[in-house]
């Protein structure tokens, strides 16, 4: 842990001397023809770090422009390397397996769109400091898969496992194996910290869509598609698996469709805070929001603003929070406020259990980390618009589709097989002819230079690398249907 510690100061130190490079030198000519000159240069520079720490306070330090929740920190590879993907194979080089597995900090850019085929899992396994930034393929995006099995029974995807610092974005992940195939999920997040996982959407998984698997703390999960789960091990989301130490996460404007169960599952230590906050649950068949209570303290959690919507293959009658006493150890605290409830004739989504509402307390077990809460009706509205990994691919498209505008029936349901893998557009990847991953053509908008290799500068002067204002505006773009030629 020390060695973590220590390579994560390394890391802010100099990204806060790349931060603040242009004040040090406006510092030091105020005060030039002294040896006061050399001292002040000497003493900021010194003390960046301490600049670092305060700009994470603001801006600059959370993981990018609107990250929110208790991943917000996360540094991603922000300082380190630009990191092309240029093809598609599963490994070599310039596959994103040759990224992913690079020492030290990295931020993988996408000059390719299409279908990586992989024969194992994608591991970002002991080593952090990783970006995957999907917003920047160009065409239809990226989607990983795998759909042969390997001896080493390594079937998941994606992974991050003992690796801190990571930031995944945009990418689709939608495995294609049989039931007979156990133990498969979309994206896994193991034993790891500041973790921020964005814009992602996954199906098809035979166990969780999506697991945060034991030690993982200081997670947010936002603006996904976790979507059809196979039967009968059918489940969107397991945010308390099997950990050993209280955890932070927030689950927050996602979407979880056609999941039998698990929308999501939760179980915790005390002195935990896990927050779920406006997300949209759709046609879950039997469960929802499921809060066991099996580790020392109980779970402390809050439901705020979601939005439980029945579908086609939804029971008759289910409970939105329900407390699970299996194997209990302590009360669990659950506080709720503003969520609701919608079915279509026939079925009824209550909104708590009755044996649930003992544990039920009136303030959130701990200061929510989300600061932009909405309604559940705005939550709805939003998810739809902006949840899942943009372009849209014909998956995506599809199970939004399905989830139907509020207030009206939707359609889904419970599904054995993946489906067939839907087709990636092909497209011409921007202009970055000076490598420093943003594209030429608009990094004036963020005071860049075209043809200077500037990405970790901050030529505005605003807090934030032009890297990082490039991949939050790029993020915009492709949610609203463009891409920068």
């Not at 720490?53 to 990250?67: K, R």
């Not at 935990?272 to 066991?292: H, K, Y």
């Not at 079925?347 to 309604?375: G, R, W, Y």
Request: proline share 6%; aromatic share 8%; net charge negative.
């Amino acid at each position: 842990m020390k060695n973590t510690r220590e390579a994560t100061y390394s890391a802010n130190f100099g990204v806060s001397i790349c931060l603040h490079q242009k004040r040090l030198r406006k510092h030091a000519e105020r005060l030039a023809g002294s040896r006061r000159a050399l001292c002040a240069w000497l003493l900021v520079a010194f003390l960046s770090p301490l600049g670092g720490s305060a700009h994470a306070a603001g801006q600059s330090q959370i993981a990018f422009p609107g990250a929110e929740g208790y991943g917000k920190m996360a540094l991603g590879g922000r300082g380190g390397a630009i990191v092309p993907v240029t093809n598609l194979n599963d490994s070599g080089p310039g596959s994103l397996r040759e990224c992913v597995e690079m020492p030290g900090p990295r931020n993988c850019v996408f000059r390719v769109s299409g279908v990586i085929h992989l024969i194992k899992t994608l591991a970002v396994k002991g080593n952090g400091r990783l970006s995957i930034l999907g917003q920047t393929a160009p065409g239809g995006g990226v989607l990983v898969t795998i759909d042969r099995v390997n001896s080493a029974k390594q079937h998941t995807p994606l992974l991050v496992k003992r690796a801190d610092d990571v930031i995944i974005r945009h990418i689709r992940v939608r495995p294609r194996f049989s039931n007979a195939v156990r133990n498969v999920d979309g994206l896994t997040v193991e034993d790891s910290r500041r973790v921020y996982v964005d814009h992602v959407s996954t199906s098809w998984a035979t166990d969780e869509n999506f697991n945060a698997y034991s030690n993982t703390s200081d997670l947010t999960v936002a603006y996904s598609v976790f979507g059809e789960g196979l039967n009968k091990h059918s489940k969107c989301a397991l945010l308390g698996s099997d950990p050993r130490m209280p955890q932070n996460i927030s689950f927050w404007s996602n979407a979880c469709i056609s999941n039998r169960d698990r929308n999501p599952d939760d179980n915790h230590y005390g002195k935990s805070c896990i927050e779920i906050v406006n997300n949209v649950f759709f046609n879950a068949a039997s469960e929802w929001g499921e809060v066991f209570s099996q580790r020392p303290g109980g779970t402390p959690i809050a439901f705020v603003g979601n939005y439980f919507k029945a579908g086609p293959s939804t029971n008759d009658v289910t409970y939105a929070i329900n407390w699970n006493d299996t194997n209990s150890a302590a009360a669990p605290q659950i506080y709720q406020t503003g969520n609701v409830t919608w079915s279509p004739k026939g079925k009824s989504v209550v909104l708590i259990a009755p044996d649930t509402e003992q544990h039920l307390v009136d303030k959130p077990p701990c200061p929510l980390a989300i600061s932009k809460v909405t309604s559940a009706e705005e939550a709805y509205e939003e998810v739809s618009r902006r949840a899942g990994a943009f372009p849209r691919d014909g998956v995506d498209e599809r199970l939004i589709e399905g989830l139907a505008p509020i207030g009206t029936k939707g359609r889904g349901k419970m599904v054995r097989e993946p489906g067939e893998l839907p087709e990636i557009a092909q497209g011409e990847p921007y202009v970055d002819a000076d490598g420093d991953g943003m594209a030429d053509g608009v990094e004036s908008q963020f005071g860049a230079k075209p043809g200077a290799n500037d990405a970790w500068e901050d030529s505005d002067e605003d807090g934030w690398t032009n890297f990082d204002e490039f991949m939050q505006w790029l993020s915009e773009e492709r949610v609203a249907g463009r891409y920068p030629q």
